[in-house]
């Protein structure tokens, strides 16, 4: 396990600083490499906080094979022995990907939101409760505000990275706090994949923006150009929410195909060891579905008969 974990976690940490810079190479070559930045410089410099937790939490909990299918299969250990994360192989599929996420991230936002993208439908949208005299609030086709989009846009693509990567999910219990005095205590039955993800990253990434935005307002530094920013991007334009709820989901479609088409032409040896145990686990369901059917017909039979002998 924990060689498959560290794997992971390292080649999600290039994978995610690949594709945040790549998205600001790309955006150089428009503004002649004059070295000006997509993101805000705080956006920036956030990204290690905000995609963190959840790396951490698949480093921590995340299993390949349970506990007694690897006791009754030592051969899995060939695996880390192999090497068979760090390969060639592996590292194509992961440096195609960035690539493939760092052009759906930037071509898939950018020109909808820059060229023409920009113009706001005023009134009728997000914006038909706002006072008519400030009609330039809508528009959104600068680099802040577009760059705004892309960092949101990755942030969400990257959560579903992590999802997808991981081969366990941790679900908890609900509720994780009970009056029950069972040894299980609460730190036991969190849910940490779905912690790490929704509230770890995504939510404190829009509890971030929204701090950060109000920050500036103090007086002129370095965070003033951010001021309502999170307001100007989520609250006036609809565009910009489409953007963010499509656009990951369309980098996943290629690392689905990616994964799948690995898995059923050019599967490993652990992927094929995770392939048995999930049919060794659908036959053990399957059995005890198929005794139980036959112990309630044996019930009813039984039933029936005592009835027999009343009469």
Same mark, same amino acid.
Not at 93 to 114: G, K, N, Q, Y
């Given at each position: 396990?924990?060689?498959?974990?560290?794997?992971?976690?390292?080649?999600?940490?290039?994978?995610?600083?690949?594709?945040?810079?790549?998205?600001?190479?790309?955006?150089?070559?428009?503004?002649?490499?004059?070295?000006?930045?997509?993101?805000?410089?705080?956006?920036?410099?956030?990204?290690?906080?905000?995609?963190?937790?959840?790396?951490?939490?698949?480093?921590?909990?995340?299993?390949?094979?349970?506990?007694?299918?690897?006791?009754?299969?030592?051969?899995?250990?060939?695996?880390?022995?192999?090497?068979?994360?760090?390969?060639?192989?592996?590292?194509?599929?992961?440096?195609?990907?960035?690539?493939?996420?760092?052009?759906? *991230?930037? +071509? %898939?936002?950018?020109?909808?939101? /820059?060229?023409?993208?920009?113009?706001?439908?005023? #009134? @009728?949208?997000?914006?038909?409760?706002?006072?008519?005299?400030?009609?330039?609030?809508?528009?959104?086709?600068?680099?802040?505000?577009?760059?705004?989009?892309?960092?949101?846009?990755?942030?969400?693509?990257?959560?579903?990275?992590?999802?997808?990567?991981?081969?366990?999910?941790?679900?908890?219990?609900?509720?994780?706090?009970?009056?029950?005095?069972?040894?299980?205590?609460?730190?036991?039955?969190?849910?940490?994949?779905?912690?790490?993800?929704?509230?770890?990253?995504?939510?404190?990434?829009?509890?971030?923006?929204?701090?950060?935005?109000?920050?500036?307002?103090?007086?002129?530094?370095?965070?003033?150009?951010?001021?309502?920013?999170?307001?100007?991007?989520?609250?006036?334009?609809?565009?910009?929410?489409? *953007?963010? +709820? %499509?656009?990951?989901?369309?980098? /996943?479609?290629?690392?689905?195909?990616?994964?799948? #088409? @690995?898995?059923?032409?050019?599967?490993?040896?652990?992927?094929?060891?995770?392939?048995?145990?999930?049919?060794?686990?659908?036959?053990?369901?399957?059995?005890?579905?198929?005794?139980?059917?036959?112990?309630?017909?044996?019930?009813?039979?039984?039933?029936?008969?005592?009835?027999?002998?009343?009469?």
């Amino acid at each position: 396990w924990d060689f498959f974990r560290l794997s992971t976690v390292v080649l999600y940490s290039f994978y995610k600083n690949a594709v945040q810079a790549g998205i600001m190479v790309i955006f150089n070559f428009g503004t002649i490499f004059s070295g000006q930045p997509f993101f805000d410089q705080w956006l920036i410099a956030s990204l290690n906080f905000v995609c963190g937790a959840p790396i951490i939490f698949t480093g921590l909990f995340d299993r390949c094979l349970s506990k007694d299918y690897v006791r009754e299969h030592p051969e899995v250990y060939k695996a880390t022995r192999e090497n068979e994360m760090i390969t060639i192989r592996t590292l194509t599929r992961w440096c195609t990907l960035a690539i493939i996420h760092i052009c759906t *991230l930037f +071509f %898939f936002i950018v020109p909808p939101s /820059m060229e023409g993208g920009g113009m706001t439908s005023a #009134f @009728s949208g997000l914006m038909r409760n706002d006072p008519e005299s400030r009609p330039g609030d809508g528009e959104g086709g600068d680099w802040r505000s577009v760059g705004t989009v892309v960092f949101t846009s990755m942030v969400i693509l990257l959560a579903y990275k992590v999802l997808y990567e991981s081969r366990s999910l941790v679900h908890g219990r609900w509720p994780a706090i009970t009056c029950s005095k069972a040894n299980d205590n609460f730190v036991n039955r969190l849910a940490y994949t779905w912690i790490g993800v929704t509230w770890l990253s995504v939510g404190f990434y829009f509890i971030f923006i929204a701090a950060y935005q109000l920050v500036g307002r103090v007086g002129a530094s370095t965070l003033a150009p951010f001021v309502d920013m999170a307001n100007h991007v989520m609250g006036t334009r609809s565009i910009n929410w489409m *953007l963010i +709820f %499509f656009v990951p989901i369309m980098g /996943m479609v290629f690392d689905v195909v990616f994964k799948v #088409f @690995s898995n059923m032409f050019y599967p490993t040896e652990t992927q094929i060891h995770m392939e048995i145990e999930a049919m060794q686990k659908r036959d053990r369901k399957r059995a005890a579905r198929a005794a139980e059917r036959a112990g309630s017909v044996s019930e009813r039979v039984e039933s029936a008969e005592n009835v027999n002998e009343e009469v």
